[in-house]
């Protein structure tokens, strides 16, 4: 149609008249164009021209990749990987550049500034007078270069901010460690629950007297009991006296159903075998036998602090535990072992007396002997793969239960402590046990011993076993359930809590906490529903077993606190403040990390929450380490409630009432444990004011705190 045209063309504006006209005019619609030249490709209209550049911008990044600024290729500047690195399959790396290097190295030298003044801050109250002069004049002089270096600094987010932006912080280097000052503790790393304390003092206060007396109050391991002379027993101490029959079978049936499924470094079917004869008829006192005589009072002493735990009528006195050690110690001090031979007994007999050191909350003790037993182990080939067909697989399960427990106490000891581990992961090989059978006692059960709480000598041992009663009961092996959690743990702590954390970019921890999460998530998995079985058949299942489940549910709960323990961190504003260039999905990363930290102390709580009396919440949890995990929940809400309950809004009320909870089971245990009255008085010190920084009132709440609360006052 001759119309056609005119009907679709556009009308373009006349050019201004300082617009000069283009050199090439396209071809008038309809037209057909002829061979297209270069110069015609290159020149179309003013219009098409502003446009096509507004649509299409040419792509030139900043910063390429080496590799492409290397070959001379366009880069897209994709990061982590570029586009044409990608395709190549080339490992793609950016490098710093010149200005970006400049930049850096302020940050690094201001960081540096910084670290030194803050030294000098937390020395300065230990120097001489003329010192503090210096110092203090030094520090004035320079006070404003400070701030200018730091206005110098850019922004940074999750890609350049390191981990020493995370909690808790500085962990590659020592402080004034009031911990090594006023107690005999040693060094505490910053996965320990006592560091938590402290950085709640830090968070409250300054760091002037009171807080640094504050801060010593928090430690409440035990290490400074005196074991060299004996205590209180004097030397006195017949090394080869028992106690009455009937004692030392419940002392030896509550160490077997308590401590034993998940520390099963005895065969316990050899071992009542050997306990039976040495009642009826004696043995030679070999070496072998007096190795064992020595293993027996250590396993009396494990319970010997159940049945003052669980206050049975049958206890002995309150440091009768430390009398079965200092016998054990006694039958032993004439040998010269460990430096010319090693075997199995002796390095059986370490472990317990790391445990018992463990369940007594002397943490150093423990630490130090738990280490020997592990070198001890190593001496052995313990930690590799045995495949001599000269040995029965009876003696090589053995083995791989001694390692196992071994270096399961050693992981919860670096959790406590806060220092590294001595068992690397890749030097180990030897296999997982078979599952631990546990067996009934033949005379009285401890569980008979903790329904009655009393010893009558006379009883029958015509009982029928349970397991024979309930043959269709949920079956699990606590062992192994337990060994698989601690490699979790101890990956937790190599990753998140070693001195070369503060080196990685604050985005590679957060990776690390969501691979461990995924970690924990399966092995909660696996694990949950049997769980879930166990309690329910609450009719039909041991208290041992609920026991088991119990102690297992609390430690999953523990290691989840850990693992997101680096992400709740200090925040203005609810933006982590070290880095406030970061990206959103970061800081949501961050604040989804945090709040499951506090939501599994508050789980750990309200697990624990429907035991009623001090009997029940120690028969159904794991009496040697429930302290710990107590005081980690108690540590971790409380920092929550000092950050506002910024990662859990409106909670405060709900987050101390927790807290409270775990004051009044602390306040239960306090009674029999002297480590739980020290911790008790610490949390609520700690607790108190934590609620007095955000106008709260503790209010009803005082009721479950110490009369008492002033540093350096006597005892409740």
């Known amino acids: 149609m001759p119309n056609s045209g005119a009907r679709h063309r556009r009308v373009e504006p006349a050019p201004p008249e300082n617009t000069k006209a283009p050199l090439h005019s396209p071809p008038p619609r309809g037209s057909t164009p002829g061979p297209a030249s270069k110069d015609s490709f290159h020149s179309p209209s003013s219009k098409e021209t502003g446009s096509a550049r507004e649509r299409k911008p040419r792509l030139r990044v900043s910063h390429a990749c080496e590799p492409c600024r290397a070959h001379k290729r366009k880069c897209d500047g994709g990061r982590p990987v570029c586009a044409r690195c990608r395709k190549l399959h080339v490992g793609c790396y950016y490098a710093d550049a010149r200005g970006e290097k400049a930049k850096r190295d302020m940050r690094d030298l201001t960081a540096t500034v910084n670290v030194y003044r803050d030294l000098l801050l937390e020395v300065l109250p230990q120097l001489d007078a003329a010192t503090q002069v210096a110092v203090q004049e030094t520090l004035a002089a320079h006070e404003d270069d400070v701030p200018q270096i730091q206005s110098q600094e850019p922004k940074a987010d999750e890609m350049e901010a390191r981990g020493s932006v995370g909690s808790p912080r500085l962990q590659d280097r020592i402080q004034d460690d009031v911990m090594v000052l006023e107690r005999s503790v040693g060094f505490l790393g910053k996965s320990s629950a006592v560091r938590w304390m402290e950085e709640i003092v830090e968070k409250i206060g300054d760091r002037q007297q009171f807080s640094r007396a504050l801060a010593s109050s928090c430690v409440y391991y035990l290490d400074d009991l005196d074991l060299d002379d004996f205590g209180e027993f004097g030397e006195n101490v017949n090394a080869f006296q028992l106690p009455q029959r009937a004692v030392a079978d419940a002392l030896l049936d509550s160490y077997l159903t308590t401590v034993h499924p998940f520390f099963p470094v005895i065969n316990e079917e050899e071992f009542r075998e050997q306990y039976e004869r040495y009642w009826s008829i004696g043995s030679p006192l070999t070496e072998d036998i007096l190795i ?98 000269s040995v029965a697989e009876v003696q090589h399960d053995m083995e791989r239960r001694i390692w196992h427990s071994l270096a399961s106490l050693e992981t919860q000891l670096c959790c406590l402590t806060g220092r590294p581990t001595g068992v690397s992961g890749r030097a180990v090989s030897t296999g997982m046990p078979r599952p631990v059978k546990i067996h009934d006692a033949p005379e009285t059960s401890f569980s008979d011993y903790s329904k009655s709480k009393n010893i009558d000598p006379s009883v029958s041992d015509d009982r029928a076993s349970d397991e024979a009663q309930t043959p269709s009961r949920v079956k699990i092996d606590p062992f192994q359930s337990t060994v698989e959690l601690d490699a979790i743990l101890s990956e937790t702590l190599i990753y998140l809590y070693s001195a070369s954390t503060v080196t990685l970019r604050w985005v590679e921890i957060q990776r690390i906490v969501e691979r461990m999460n995924s970690k924990l998530a399966r092995w909660s998995a696996i694990w949950t529903p049997v769980f879930k079985d166990v309690l329910r058949q609450r009719t039909e299942q041991t208290s041992a077993a609920r026991s088991q489940v119990m102690h297992l549910q609390i430690r999953c709960y523990s290691v989840s606190l850990l ?154």
């Open 292 to 389: 064992w005589i020595a293993t027996l009072n250590v396993i009396f002493s494990l319970g010997e602090l159940c049945a003052q735990a669980l206050e049975m009528e049958w206890r002995g006195k309150p440091n009768d535990h430390t009398l079965y050690y200092v016998r054990s110690r006694l039958v032993m001090q004439d040998f010269v072992r460990t430096l010319d031979r090693t075997d199995l007994n002796h390095i059986r007999l370490d472990a317990l007396t790391g445990m018992y050191f463990f369940a007594s909350n002397q943490v150093n003790r423990a630490w130090h002997t738990t280490g020997t037993a592990i070198l001890q182990a190593y001496t052995l080939g313990l930690h590799l793969k045995s495949v001599d067909p």
């Open 563 to 716: 693992i997101n323990r680096p992400c709740l961190c200090v925040t203005d504003s609810g933006h982590v403040s070290s880095m406030p260039d970061q990206s959103t999905e970061s800081r949501r990363s961050d604040e989804v990390a945090a709040a499951r930290c506090v939501a599994s102390a508050q789980n750990l709580v309200h697990f624990l929450r429907k035991e009623s009396d001090k009997y029940a919440f120690y028969m159904a949890t794991p009496w040697w380490s429930i302290l710990h995990y107590l005081v980690q929940a108690a540590a971790i809400l409380t920092t929550e409630i000092v950050y506002a309950a910024v990662h859990v809004p409106d909670s405060i009320d709900s987050l101390a009432a927790d807290a409270v909870m775990v004051l009044q089971w602390l306040q239960a245990m306090a009674t029999t444990n002297a480590s739980a009255k020290l911790a008790w008085l610490a949390l609520s010190r700690l607790l108190q004011l934590a609620l007095a920084k955000n106008d709260r009132d503790a209010g009803s709440w005082v009721a479950f705190m110490p009369p008492c609360l002033a540093i350096g006052s006597p005892n409740p």
